[in-house]
């Protein structure tokens, strides 16, 4: 094996990547921080290769989100597991793609996420409320990755439906007893202003820290989309580059989504981000 410097670190590496694919997808690693860097690794080792097909990609990346998820929440510092991220990479760039020991992990790998390629559905860590993610039917209209929540006695739900990933992020809301809003906005933590996550006042950033993105239109909500027991209701569309947003903030986050009443008053939705980078990376592998 052709590593370069730290080989030993590199070669046990890969020889817990292929222990862990025996394993199937919920690997066991030494601790959550662990978890990700081999993860990472296979990743990295990935992206360097090409060493698995489209589906399986998607189901390494799912995996590896989730596990900077947890690591995340089970108190892993973000520059850490960044920087745990980069060593990972750095070791895979030195190990030879022809190298016996990489298809070991290859093979091992592609077999664990077979299984999970196969899976239709799945939920998510999300705080107080899950992603759920479904990938059957999308022919049909309906939900393919939601989170749940309410403003008031009103249910709203934020996600994806329909075409899947192929569509805008939509958050659906049946309003009781109130007149409808005519406007909505995304408002979560705004990188530039604040690049660390924060954790503090419920996981929202202060006023000044935050970023907002405007509904870029609104329609009927198809009753597929509804919560149980309502009738009607409208979805408000947001564009499909906010999902990348959302999916970069730490799942301790949380983010609101807003709507605005002609009156001048405002109505608010609480989502936490949760696994939504990891329901992405599974919708990813499509329809079933």
Not at 24 to 32: C, I, R, S
Not at 87 to 100: E, F, K, M, N, T
Not at 107 to 127: D, K
Not at 218 to 234: F, N
Request: charge should be positive; proline fraction near 5%.
């Amino acid at each position: 094996m052709t590593i370069g410097q730290n080989a030993a670190a590199a070669k046990a590496a890969l020889l817990a990547a292929a222990l862990l694919g025996a394993a199937g997808p919920a690997w066991a690693g030494v601790g959550a921080a662990g978890t990700y860097y081999e993860r990472a690794f296979v990743v990295a080792a990935d992206a360097r290769c090409n060493l698995f097909a489209p589906q399986v990609d998607a189901a390494l990346g799912a995996a590896t989100a989730q596990a900077r998820g947890a690591a995340l929440r089970s108190g892993s510092a973000e520059a850490d597991l960044n920087a745990a991220a980069a060593r990972a990479r750095a070791r895979a760039g030195a190990v030879s793609c022809r190298d016996p020991e990489l298809e070991t992990v290859r093979a091992r790998v592609a077999g664990a996420f077979a299984g999970w390629t196969r899976t239709p559905r799945m939920t998510f860590a999300g705080g107080r409320q899950p992603w759920i993610a479904d990938r059957t039917k999308w022919a049909a209209p309906g939900w393919r990755l939601k989170q749940a929540s309410t403003t008031g006695a009103s249910p709203v739900a934020i996600g994806y439906g329909g075409d899947a990933l192929a569509g805008d992020l939509t958050a659906v809301v049946s309003f009781v007893g109130r007149s409808r809003p005519n406007a909505a906005r995304l408002v979560f933590r705004d990188e530039a202003k604040a690049p660390r996550a924060w954790l503090s006042g419920g996981g929202l950033a202060p006023a000044a820290s935050r970023a907002s993105v405007w509904a870029t239109g609104v329609s009927a909500a198809d009753p597929a989309l509804l919560a149980e027991g309502r009738r009607g209701g409208e979805a408000w569309r947001f564009p499909a580059s906010v999902a990348d947003r959302l999916a970069r903030l730490d799942p301790r986050e949380t983010f609101l989504v807003e709507f605005h009443f002609r009156d001048g008053s405002v109505a608010t939705a609480r989502f936490e981000a949760g696994d939504f980078a990891a329901g992405r990376a599974f919708m990813s592998m499509g329809a079933l």
